[in-house]
């Protein structure tokens, strides 16, 4: 109950984030804000693990691509040719296909966003139990190359399959039908739900990620956090909670990566690339890794920038620009530095020399 | 019947026999020491006990249930905690979040029903809560609950441990050097503490280099001298046995 009244006021802001801009005949800038919600949901579920249970993951844009990939081609790739199988004949008597027609008046059979979405994210909880298993009984530098490695394989994987359209991605992904009224997608009618969507999404993601940290399992993942062998002590089944929450950040940014997906109507393989789970790990040390409300402040802030254009063709530059700067000089993220407190002491400091001239 | 039998255990780490043939028992409601100078396995034959890593030969047979290969965090929801030579607090944790992490065995809310907060979870939280302040209100450090556990005094960050493994109901606590690095006046308070908790019914088995510690609360001691068990008897006897004598003070 704490949990959701301390998100209410972010609730306040939201809503009035979209009065401003439309007072102002700016809502465009919600287009943005609804793709950094859904970033900001896999860098709060990223934050969990790095900065509570304390394992490193240079991995995560995989997960996000599993998710939006897996999604998208369910949705758009046409299962005319495979009608008559097994399989595609069990998937229709459970209701979870579509027929329509494709651009050219074609016939076209799809599988249903719903149901593409649950498979796309099961099947990225499954992948990472499947890497966590071995990957996670390596710790610090270690971990984190052996998740590069992951990052790696899917980013080839999704350039090299016809299945996953190879340098170009997939486009033309249909949108998500939530319940009659309510869809995720990139229509300009349909703007302003999809903001209360995605913002929706991130405020239930950070009420459970609150009340978890909050917990018996929090308390343990913390306890791993600051040392492993004691928390064995006090009966952690430390490499199972390390599992299940590297399979729950996993979770966050699969569907991160549906959501968005539906959002954009496409997904292209620069989501899967290095560089993206790169930008997540910075921007959850600029929160200050064990800092929830951080991690979800810059995740939106850093992402809406980026998204805007600010950071030009330097975009990724500024993402390793900030890690470097972060790790130098305010290892406990931006919000430890206090700068209200700081500035404070500066001016009374200042008010003190100039009396003590006077 | 003992609670905690060792049975003729060894341990080579390669060509070095840390602990050779040990056997020796523990018997419900005492204190027991094993003592010995740096080298003599005392602290790897904890090791094997808590399940840290196996032992070479032997057997550990605790509450009559022989520990095979178990893992420290099994052998702790069998009911044997343990605190460590170096103390390990857990950072950025309060002194009560830490006594509450020690409920960990003792309850059993997962990751679906904390994230949901399921109403079977609200009465858990409150009795973790609760029971984490009576224990540090035992250990009389009630008014250091909600200060960062790190930030404490030594002497206190050992009481804050021995509560955090207490909150585990342990029926045997394991204490790798408890007055390591305390001075003489907080060595004493640990003292009393141990013997206050043995006075709850609870065994417990410390290793320890402090003599007047050993000396003062044990029932039995074991001496180990270069992993080999050397004599077994009550603190009196042990002052006045020649071997250990010779051991502590060097022969004449």
Redesign the interface.
């Known amino acids: 109950m704490k949990k959701l009244l301390s998100v209410l006021p972010l609730l306040a802001v939201v809503i009035g984030i979209h009065f401003l801009t439309s007072a102002t005949d700016t809502m465009y800038y919600l287009t943005q804000m609804t793709m950094s919600a859904y970033y900001a949901l896999l860098i709060i579920g990223l934050c969990v693990l790095m900065g509570y249970a304390g394992q490193i993951s240079l991995g995560h844009a995989g997960f996000f691509a599993i998710g939006g990939y897996l999604s998208a081609a369910l949705t758009t790739r046409n299962l005319i040719p495979f009608q008559d199988t097994a399989l595609v004949g069990l998937l229709d008597s459970a209701g979870m296909l579509l027929s329509g027609q494709d651009l050219y008046g074609e016939a076209l059979l799809v599988v249903s966003p719903w149901a593409a979405s649950l498979v796309a994210v099961s099947a990225a909880a499954v992948i990472a139990v499947i890497i966590g298993i071995p990957v996670l009984k390596l710790k610090g530098h270690y971990l984190a190359m052996a998740t590069l490695g992951f990052g790696i394989i899917i980013y080839r994987v999704v350039l090299a399959l016809e299945y996953f359209g190879e340098a170009d991605g997939i486009s033309e992904v249909p949108a998500f039908v939530l319940f009659s009224g309510l869809s995720v997608s990139g229509n300009f009618s349909d703007r302003v739900q999809n903001y209360y969507i995605a913002w929706g999404l991130l405020l239930l993601g950070m009420v459970l990620l609150l009340n978890l940290i909050d917990s018996r399992v929090g308390r343990a993942l913390r306890g791993i956090h600051g040392s492993d062998e004691a928390a064995d002590a006090m009966g952690v089944n430390t490499s199972r909670f390390k599992l299940q929450t590297f399979v729950l950040s996993a979770v966050f940014a699969a569907i991160a990566g549906v959501f968005l997906t539906h959002y954009n109507g496409g997904i292209g393989p620069s989501e899967a690339g290095v560089m993206k789970s790169v930008r997540y790990v910075a921007i959850v040390a600029v929160g200050g890794m064990a800092h929830l409300w951080g991690a979800l402040l810059m995740g939106v802030v850093l992402n809406f920038l980026s998204l805007r254009g600010v950071f030009g063709s330097y975009d990724d530059a500024v993402f390793g620009l900030i890690l470097i700067v972060i790790m130098l000089f305010a290892p406990n993220g931006i919000l430890s530095l206090n700068l209200r407190h700081r500035l404070k002491r500066y001016l009374r400091q200042r008010k003190e020399d100039r009396e003590g001239e006077a | 019947m003992a609670l905690l039998e060792i049975n003729s255990l060894s341990k080579r780490f390669g060509g070095l026999l840390a602990v050779n043939d040990v056997s020796f028992q523990v018997e419900p409601g005492q204190i027991k020491a094993v003592i010995g100078p740096n080298g003599a396995g005392k602290t790897t034959l904890f090791n094997m006990i ?1 399940g ?1 890593f196996p032992a070479t030969s032997g057997t550990v047979t605790f509450q009559g249930r022989e520990l095979k290969r178990q ?3 099994q052998v ?2 069998l009911g044997m ?2 605190t ?1 030579q170096n103390i ?6 309060t002194a009560l ?1 830490n006594v ?6 003792q ?5 679906m029903s ?4 399921m109403p079977w ?1 609200w009465k ?2 409150r009795d ?1 809560r609760d029971k984490s302040l009576e224990l540090l209100a035992l250990l009389e450090i009630e008014e250091h609950a909600h200060t960062d556990a790190e930030s404490l005094a030594f002497g206190q960050q050992r009481a804050v441990e021995l509560a ?1 493994a207490l909150a ?1 109901e342990p029926t045997l606590l394991l204490l790798d050097e408890p007055a390591a690095g305390l001075n003489i006046y907080e060595t004493a308070e640990v003292g009393r503490l141990i013997t206050k908790i043995r006075d709850l019914g609870i065994t417990v088995l410390l290793v320890e280099h402090d003599m007047s510690l050993v000396m003062d609360i044990s029932d039995e001691i074991v001496v180990l001298c270069f992993g080999e068990k050397i004599a077994e008897d009550t603190p009196t006897h042990i002052q006045r046995d020649p071997e250990v004598i010779k051991i502590y003070l060097g022969e004449e």
């Open positions: 808590s840290t893992k420290p965090f702790a929801g905690a343990r460590f390990k607090m857990f950072s950025g944790m979040e509450m992490l020690g409920r960990h065995v309850s059993s809310a997962g990751f904390s994230m949901f907060r979870t858990e939280e973790i955090r585990l």
